[in-house]
RNA sequence: GCCCGAGUGGUGAAAUUGGCAAACACGCACGACUCAAAAUCGUGUGCCUCACGGCUUGUGGGUUCAAGUCCCACCUCGGGCACCA
C-alpha cells in the first residue's frame, strides 16, 4: 500500500462516516441544524456509462473536475448534492458483453464494482447513499411508469414506415443514433427498414425546445446544434393538380417566390402516390425497379452519391399552378420522404441540388430571380422617378494578352466617384442584345473586328441615381462575352474620349479594378457561374409579379396559387423501440380482440401495462444475442410474451422490445434526489427544493443526444405537473477530451490510459492537480505523463511550509504579501467559478512560491492557502488542516471541505505601486515605479526625469501624449 | 459543400478583453549538496547579436499612439451537419 493510499483510505472513510458530502436532502423538520441554512446545490456530471474495461484518465478528468466544482460551492456555503450513479442498460453494454462472450446481467455486476472502486480512489465528494443504476428493476419500473403515462397521453404510437436499421447492431435506431449515416454504436452503416415501431411524439415539442434555447445558460455552439437539428423553416405547402388523376401532388417549398421557376416535379421514392400505380404511369415497371433499388441503399451511399439518379414518370404531368405550364413528375431519391411531403418542386435556377439534376437528365432551366444591387456611392433617390431599361455589360477579352477590357471614366458622371465599369450600354428597342454590345464596343472603344462569344443565361438588376438625367434608374443587365485578336481600332469620337478612358485590365485586377456595386458580383458570375442562384432579389419571369422584392412575393405567389404558409421541422419523432435484450422491455400488451374492436384507429389493440404490475422484470435470458430478424430476442421467450390482456382478459402478446437507452438516461437526473421511493416516481416536493441541476458537465458529443431527450422529457413532465419547470440543466458546460497520440483513447488502437496506474503511483491529490492543470476544462488535450512531477513536487512543497509556521498565531503576512494573498483569493475564486482550473492551480503555485520567500508563514495565510487548495487536493488539505486543527474526534462540521471558502477584501487588493510603462512610439523605453492613481501631469514629469526616456525625447516635442490611468504613457512623437 | 472552433517557445499553456507577449509548469543546460546517482535547492532558458539593439503570436494586407486580441483576404488543423427543398 502506497502512502498515498493509506491516507486517502483513512479520509475516505473518515468523511464517509461523517457524512461529509451527503446533502441535507429532505426538507427540514424542525430548524435545529445549521444545515438548514444552505442552499441547496445540485451539481451533476453527465451519466457515465461504462464499460467493464473500467475508466479511461479522460473520464477521470470530468469526473474530478466536476467535482473540485462542487467541493468549491460547498466551501461556499451550498448544500452540494453531487450524486453518482451508471447508466448500464443498453447497446454500449450489450454490444461489450457479445464481444467478450459474456452475459450483460452477470457483466453488469462486474462493471459495477470496478467503476465504484475506481471512483472511489479519485478522491470525489460523491453523496453515495443516492447511487442508481438504469439496470435495477427499482429504477427501470419507472422508466417503464414514463412509457406508460406517455401511452395514455397520446405521446406514445405505433407506427410502420421506413426507419433507421443498423445491420450490425440488429436494431433500429433513432435519427438521432445515426452519425452521417454510421450507427452511433458500432460505425456500421445504416439502412431504411420498413417496420412497425414505437415512437414518442418528440416533433410536438419542437417550437418549445427551440424557442427554450434562448432561456438556458449553454455553450453557443450546442445550442447552434440544437437549432440546426430542430431544424424550422418557414414556407409553404402548394398542390399541383395532375394531368391523369384526380390526385393532386403536394410539396412543401421555402422558395415559393420561385414558383414560375418550377421546371418539374421530383417524388421520393418512398412516395405514396407510388405505392399502387395510382398515377397511372406508364413506365410503371421501371420506376418500381428504381424505387426498389434506391430503398436497397444505404442512408450513407445515397447521401453520398456522387450524381444524382432519378427517373421520369411518363405520360404524367403536373400543371404548375403559378402560369398552368405541363411540367414532368420525377422519381429521384435525392428526396426525401421524411421530410415535408415527400415531394419537391424543381426550381434548378434556383436550387443548387434541382440544377445539378436539371443538368443531368437535361431539364429547363428558368431563372425567376435576378439578384438584385443598390449603388452605395449614389443609391436612388426616392422621391425621384425611376426609369427602367435593359443594357448590356460587354466582357471583351484580348487575347493577344488575355486582358479584359473596361473603362475608366472622367468626372461626376453618375456620382462623386468617376465610375471604373465594364463596357456598359442600353439596349434599343428595335436591336437584340448582341448587336447593341458590338455597337457599344464600337462607339466606346473603337473595336470593330469583335466575336461574339457568348450572352450568360443571368441576368442582374442594379439601380442607382443617374444624376445627369436627375432621375433613378434601374438596369436589367445582361451579360455578353466578346473576344478580339488584335489590338486595331479605330477612331473614337471626341464626345466618347471626355467620358471616359478605355483601360485593358489584367484578369487578376478586374475585380479590384471594377468600382461599382455589381462589378465584383458580375465578374465572379462571369468567371464561375452556371449554378444556381440561392439568395433573394428582385422577381423575374414571373408574370404579373415580376418586379416585386423576392421576399415579399414569397406570399403573394402562395396566395395567388392558393397554397398554405406552413412551417416544417426536420426534427422527427423519437423512434423508441430496440430489438434487443438489454434493456428494460417496453410495457405494453397486445391484445388482437381488442384490436379488432377498434381496428383502423392509432395503436389498436395496444394495452399499457396496469401501474401496479410494474415493473416488467427483465428475464434471464441465456440466448440474449440480437436475432436481427426485426425482433428482439425476447421474442423466443413464450414465458415472458404470453399474458392476458388487461382490458378484456383474452390471451395476448406483450411486447418484446425495449426501449432506448437514452431513455434511461432522459430522466435520471430526476431520480437521484429520491432514489429509493417505492411510491413514486419521486417526491415532487424534493423536487422543489433540488431541481432543476445547477451546474451539468458533459462531452459535446451529446448536444443532439441525451441533451435533446432531456429536454425534451424535462418539458412533458412540466405539463404533467410533476415538475415545475421547463429546462432540466440551468447551467451546461462542455469539458474537452483527452486524447492519446493524436487520437481518441480507444481499446482497439491499444492507447488506453488507465487510472489505476497513475492513482496508485502519484496519488489521488497530485492526479487532480495534473488533469485540472493541462489545460481549461472545456479543452482537451493529449495525454502524457510527462508533466506530473511539477504537481507532485508542488504538493510537497505545499506540505512542507507547514514546518516554517509561525509560532504565535498573531503573527501577520508583511503588506506586500497581504496584497498578494488577496488578489489570489481573487483571482482562484474567478478563476474555478469560470472552471479555468489550470490559471487557479498556476496562481496558487506563485502563492505558495510567495510564502516559501517568507522566513515564517502566519498561520492565518496558511490556512486560507488550505482551503484554496482543498477543492483540488482534498486529502493532503484536510491533513494538514486537521493537524492544526487538532480535533478529538473528527465530525463532519471539522472538515475543511465544509469550511467557509476565504473572502478577499477590496482594500487589500491594490498595491500601493505599480510597474508604469513608457513608450516612445509605442515602444518601451523603461518602466518606472510609480503610485497607484498618478495624473497624467504627474506621470509626465517622472517619465521625463528618466535618463533613457530622455535620450529619445532630447530635442523632440511630443506631438501627442497617450496616458493609461496605472499603467502607461505613450509619448508620440 | 455548409456551420462552428482553433493556429503563440522544444512541450502543456498564460495574457485583467486593444496597453510590457510567453505568466505558471514540464523539459533542457549549468551550478550546489553527494564517492556517485536519485531526490532537493539555486541560476539560466523565444529567435538573431560579443554587445547596443533588433525581430517574434499560421501567411499577406489594413485600422490604431499601441494589435496575439479589431477589420479584409488566404493557408493549415480539429469538430459538427450533410441532398431537410
Redesign the pocket.
Known sequence: MSVYSKLENKWNRLWQKAGVYEPLLSLPKGKSKSSVIRKPFYNLMMFPYPSAEGLHIGGVRTFSGVDIFGRFKRMQGLDVFEPIGLDGFGIHSENYALKIKKHPMKLAKVTEKNFYRQLGAIGNGFAWNEHLETYDPEYYKWTQWIFVQMFNRGLAYRKKMAVNWCPSCKTVLA?EQ????ECERCIANVVKKDLEQWFFRTTKYAERLLTDLEKIDWP??IK??QR??I?R?E?ASIKFSITTSQFSIEV????PDTLFGATYLVL?PEHALLRNNGLGVKNYEEVKKYIEKAKSRS?ED????KE?TGVELSGVYAINPANKEKIPIWVA????????T?A??A?PAH?E?DF?FAKKYKLPIRQVIAPKFSEIVNPPRPEKSTIHRKTVHVILRRLTDDKILMLQWKGKVWGDNPPRTFIIGGVEDNEDAVKSAEREIWEETGYKNVRFVRKLNFEVHTEYFAAHKDENRYAEINILYFEVDSDDHGEVSSEEIQKHDPVWVNEKEVASFINVVDGPFIWSWFKNGDKAYTSSGATINSEKFSGTDSETAKWEITKFVGGERKT?F?LRDWLISRQRYWGPPIPMIYCPACAEASAGKENAGWQAVPEEDLPVRLPFVKNYQPKGTGVSPLAAQEKFYKVRCPKCKAWARRETDVSDTFLDSAWYFLRYIDPKNKKEIFSKALAKKWLPVNMYIGG??H??LHLLYVRFITKVFKDWGVIDFNEPFKKFRTHGLIIKDGSKMSKSKGNVVSPDFYFKKFGADAMRMYLA????LD????F?D??I??????L??AKNISKKLARTLKEKLPEDSEIFLHQSIKKITGDIENL?Y??A??QL??L??GL?ELSTVPWGAYEIFLKLLAPFAPFLAEESYQSFKKNKSFKKEHSIHLAPWPKFDTKKITAADF?M?I?I????RA?LKASVGINQAAAEKLARADA?VKIYLVGKTPR?I?F?SN??I?F?V
Open positions: 435519427d445515426v452519425i452521417s449515416g453557443e455552439p447552434i446544434a440546426n437539428w431544424g423553416s414556407g412543401f417549398t421555402t422558395r421520393s442512408l445515397r447521401a453520398e452519391a444524382k431519391d435525392y428526396v426525401l420522404a421524411g421530410y415535408g415527400g419537391i418542386m426550381v436550387d441540388r445539378e416544417q426536420r459535446a458529443e448536444a443532439v492543470f493541462l489545460s481549461p479543452q482537451g488535450g493529449d502524457r510527462a508533466g512531477s511539477g504537481l507532485t513536487r508542488f510537497t512543497r479555468r489550470n490559471t492551480i498556476s503555485m506563485m505558495l512560491n516559501e510597474d510603462v513608450q512610439n509605442g515602444r518601451v518602466t533613457n501627442k497617450i493609461i499603467r502607461l505613450n508620440v
